[in-house]
């Protein structure tokens, strides 16, 4: 199956943080997200984070790896913004 890279906007910190985490450990993570005007689950590996800088309140973009092959337990899930 292909993959592809989602972004994920959250305004947490703590989701920012655990994210961090999951990308340093090279850890699954299951976020949801608009894709297609529906909301889905994108199940993958953390590939960059990045506060956005001029938004108020603080926000951060999560971008994942989407990948199908994997069929670990999920670890985090990131509600919508």
């Known amino acids: 199956m292909g993959q ?3 972004t994920v906007y959250v305004n947490n910190p703590r ?3 655990l994210a961090t985490a999951a990308m340093l450990d090279r850890t ?3 976020m949801g997200s ?3 005007e529906d909301v889905e689950i994108v199940t993958g590996f ?3 984070i990045e506060e956005d800088a001029d938004a ?3 926000r ?3 971008t994942i790896r989407e990948d ?3 069929h670990s337990a999920l670890v985090l899930s990131f509600p919508r913004p």
Do not use: M, Y
Request: aromatic residues 8%; without cysteine; hydrophobic residues 45%.
């Open 68 to 70: 199908d092959s994997q």
């Open 46 to 48: 953390v590939q960059s």
């Open 34 to 36: 608009d894709i297609d």
């Open 15 to 17: 989701s920012a943080q």
């Open 28 to 30: 699954l993570v299951a």
């Open 60 to 62: 951060w973009r999560i």
């Open 56 to 58: 108020v309140p603080r």
């Open 4 to 6: 592809f890279h989602v």
